[in-house]
């Protein structure tokens, strides 16, 4: 991790999200089914705060 967001930093890129490890992950991987849909928990509130960076660079980016 730390070397990441020392890549991360050294090239001025922004780290949009910082992820944690959870159980979550591997379970909902076994039922097939999303992070996200099979848990409202830490993880799944880190992958929707990432989506909406995201989400709101593509859309600065298009705006110009």
């Given at each position: 991790t730390e070397a990441i967001e020392h890549f991360?930093?050294?090239g001025e890129v922004p780290v949009a999200a910082r992820?944690?490890?959870?159980?979550?992950?591997?379970?909902a991987l076994v039922k097939g089914?999303?992070?996200?849909?099979?848990?409202?928990?830490?993880?799944?509130?880190?992958?929707?705060?990432?989506?909406k960076a995201v989400l709101g660079f593509i859309q600065?980016?298009?705006?110009?």
């Amino acid at each position: 991790t730390e070397a990441i967001e020392h890549f991360c930093s050294a090239g001025e890129v922004p780290v949009a999200a910082r992820i944690g490890f959870d159980n979550v992950v591997t379970e909902a991987l076994v039922k097939g089914v999303p992070v996200v849909e099979y848990s409202t928990g830490r993880v799944s509130q880190e992958m929707a705060k990432l989506w909406k960076a995201v989400l709101g660079f593509i859309q600065e980016k298009v705006r110009g």
